[in-house]
């Protein structure tokens, strides 16, 4: 009799047992990732600060000459934790800090050249911009090198040039800790001297010494320009690009960068830079530019799957001015006012189909969470045709202005094309999502059945975060902005 029981136990175990992974076998699994992926360092999307400051500061010019006494460079009050504080405040999570601009100047005691803070008035001698900056920097710090020099007499001379610029790298990226952006501008004057960088050279010397490092130029390899320095994306953009089409300085592939490519094997996103003011470096008469201004950037990179780089320059004491710090929190207190409340949240959503069927793990519930990347709503790989979404927003209540849309990118950028229609009725026809897709409407809408349709995409469509919001500053001439 014991053994019968003991042998029942056995037999009731093992058909337990191939339940259990009988059901674990049928939850679905994710869908296979779209190539090219994004690294983890690129998955960091955010709004970040450029700030320009050296001897162009002190000059009231754009573009130093190289000629510049080094003793006119003299920050009587410069407080790096005065700049950190300020782009915390605005939500600002990167800076980067021009530690050489095109005049050769250097922001640090370089070793090898006295054309630095070193011939300066500034603590006699003995400061150092950079250490005081990424000291200071509660966020993450970032540093530009301009390859450009209008300075050195060894610019012009290959060998020599790229031995002292490595040289410069060096100290950069091994004495002041870690650095999260290296900026490489393409930028430098027709008449320039001609000279061949070695750019491969430099990329492999900074992936050596910082591993996790992004670094930026028009050809990469992990960030690229927008091709153009207004802040705006095109209106379609991909991530992705073919990087053996890219060349620093070339003005041919402006509208390539500008939008990438759908094709495109290297992921290779692009950051919008522009400037609070008129000039990249502060000029007592240039003031900020408007709220709206500011705003229009925001929609038009941020919101079309990019980067903004905002320019806020130190003036001559070495701090923020005032007036770009009121700007910065009117910036500030403008995109949380928009983009706090989400309209679609709690309201009833479907889908034309979900992967796994309702309890599958990939509903469109998913995109109504806090997670962006990770978390998402899927069709069903046999719904080819019609894959949509669609939110129920009750009339009466408060209205919206403003459709957010995005992807899960670290599973690829996958759709095309897309259109947006509340009760049947379109209202925007777009094409890339990406990590963030912002769409401002001619009108408020009060309600109805917001509906989000893929017409186009590489791939299973996926989505990440839907969000319906109202922009009480968006003031349109009755014309749709796609």
Known sequence: MAKFWCCLCIITILELSHVAISRREQVPTPPLPLLPLPT?????????????FGVNTFTDSERGTGKENPTIFNPSGLHTSQWVTVAAEAGISLMILT??????????????????????PWKNGHGDVVHEFVKAAGLDAGLYLSPWDRHDRRYGHDLEYNEYYLAQLQELLTKYGSVNEIWFDGAKDKNAKNMSCYFT??????????????????????????????????NTSWSTINNTLLSIGN???????????????????????VSIREGWFWHKSESPKKLSQLLDIYYNSVGRNCVMLLNVPPNTTGLISESDIHRLKQFRTAID?????????????????QRGGRGGGFGPENMLDDDHIWTYWSPREDDNEN?????????????????????PIGLGQRVVRHEISVD???????????????????EVIHGGDVRIIIKESKGLPLLSSVGLHFDPYWKPDRKLIF
């Open 40 to 52: 983890f360092s690129q998955l960091k999307w955010q709004l970040i600060m450029f700030l320009h």
């Open 99 to 120: 530690a050489k601009h095109h005049d050769g100047f250097c922001l640090w005691p370089s070793k090898y050249t006295d054309h630095s803070v070193i011939s300066s």
């Open 201 to 234: 050279d430099w990329f492999a010397m900074v992936r050596e010494l910082q591993s996790s490092i992004n670094i930026f130029s028009d050809a990469g390899p992990d960030v690229r320009w927008a091709g153009n320095e207004n802040g705006f994306a095109g």
């Open 251 to 273: 003005p041919s592939i402006i509208d390539y960068l500008n939008t990438g490519d759908p094709k495109g094997t290297n992921w290779l996103p692009a950051e919008c830079d």
């Open 337 to 353: 006012t928009i983009f706090s409340v989400n309209l679609a949240d709690n309201c009833p959503i479907k889908a034309s189909s």
């Open 387 to 407: 894959q949509w979404i669609e939110i129920r927003l009750p009339n009466g209540g408060m209205g919206f202005n403003v459709v957010r849309i995005q992807e």
């Open 424 to 442: 049947g009725k379109k209202l925007v026809e777009g094409t890339t999502v990406g990590y963030k897709r912002l769409h401002r409407l001619g």
